[in-house]
């Protein structure tokens, strides 16, 4: 939990990307978890993959022992709509 914590001081979840597809990259519902995690969803599908691998590393940095440091993420976070749901 304190690493998932520390990871995730930007106010969004460390994303596990170490669940991969039979290719070894992202799985489909990538996007998905990206959203799910109030995270902007890349448009082009040459993005997605480098968002992917940068979550790769944070995963990694957060876990090494010892710990290292995060590198930023390539994803802001969502805009919240106007009537402030987030949906």
Known sequence: MT???RAGADGAPLLSAL???ARGGPVDFF???LGAAGLAVPR?????PAI????????????????RPLPPR??????????????
């Open 52 to 67: 992917w691998r940068r979550e790769l590393e944070r995963a990694h940095a957060a876990h090494a022992r010892p710990p």
């Open 74 to 87: 390539l994803v802001p976070r969502a805009p919240v709509p106007e009537d402030g749901i987030g949906r």
């Open 3 to 5: 690493l998932d914590r």
């Open 19 to 21: 669940v991969v597809d």
């Open 44 to 48: 082009t599908e040459e993005a997605l």
């Open 31 to 33: 996007r998905d978890v």
